[in-house]
């Protein structure tokens, strides 16, 4: 648990220095892993839950109910703060009231919706949709009387960028300001200086969400570098699905061409050591408190 952040609310942690950083996980084993690093938010991931479920691409294929379970899961192993991809709220305002409840039952501290129409696509990928500015106003607005808790923030996304081009994403992410979201992200810049325009333009409205993808549209910067261009949030969405996916393919080929992961072992949890990151020992002590009738 990561006390701290709990206590503060993701709102008022946005609202200071350092920015915060937001790994990807996309179940309650990387949650878990991620909040002993000492993570103080979460990034449940739509695209890393499609890469590792499914074994699909990130292109709508998720459900809601899929991760409303994947969320509930993750809340119930850790308690630290999620903001979660909610990709289009899977439909239109009415839908999107649906999704912001069940998110927030679930354990959302956040929701990030955007403005891509059907069929919904990796933010770096090409070939993406977007429903009209009107419409993406009156989901944000859907989504704030929907949801029980003011804690709960509603992160705007556009991906105007690579339809409509930067001055229009510039636009959309004002008119998404005025309709009330409390963070703004705006998909896909492809140059740093890109980047730092977007903080120029919309810094003074409220916290700015970058995305980091190894290898996509937007070249890497630091926490730091984007906190220096005036971001508030970085997320790292699919990282540890591409690093785990790089380590399972040498795994496999070890195993599979050397008949033992012997040579692998040096890369490798033991038996031992994965029961304790996990918490066995402390799990079969909490257990022993119930058997026979104790009063202990």
């Not at 069929?119 to 859907?142: Q, V």
């Not at 510039?170 to 200086?193: K, M, Q, T, W």
């Amino acid at each position: 648990m990561v006390v701290g952040l709990m206590a503060e609310t993701l709102k008022s942690r946005l609202a200071r220095r350092p920015i915060l950083l937001a790994p990807g996980v996309f179940d309650p084993l990387t949650a878990l892993v991620a909040t002993q690093a000492g993570a103080e938010a979460l990034y449940l991931s739509g695209a890393g839950i499609a890469y590792t479920r499914l074994g699909r691409p990130d292109i709508g294929l998720v459900s809601m109910a899929e991760v409303v379970d994947t969320i509930a899961l993750v809340a119930d192993r850790v308690a630290t703060p999620l903001i979660v991809d909610a990709d289009n709220g899977y439909g239109n305002a009415l839908n999107m009231q649906r999704t912001m409840r069940a998110f927030e039952r679930a354990g959302a501290g956040a929701l990030q919706i955007e403005d891509q129409s059907y069929p919904k696509r990796c933010g770096h990928l090409s070939e993406k949709r977007l429903i009209s500015t009107a419409d993406m106003t009156g989901k944000i607005k859907a989504a704030l009387d929907a949801r029980r808790e003011a804690g709960t923030l509603v992160i705007a996304r556009t991906d105007a960028i690579a339809v409509e081009g930067f001055d229009a994403a510039i636009e959309r992410a004002e008119r998404y300001a005025e309709a009330g979201a409390d963070a703004l992200f705006v998909e896909a810049p492809g140059s740093r200086e890109a980047l730092g325009a977007i903080a120029a333009a919309l810094g003074g409205r409220c916290p700015l969400m970058a995305n980091m993808v190894e290898g996509g549209r937007t070249p890497l910067q630091s926490a730091g570098e984007l906190e220096t261009l005036g971001f508030s949030l970085v997320i790292f969405p699919g990282g540890i699905v591409r690093a785990l996916a790089r380590t399972a393919e040498a795994f496999y080929a070890t195993l599979l061409g050397e008949g033992t992961t012997a040579g692998f072992r040096d890369r490798m949890f033991d038996f031992d050591a994965l029961n304790a990151l996990i918490g066995t020992p402390e799990m079969m002590a909490a257990g022993k408190r119930y058997e026979g009738g104790s009063d202990a």
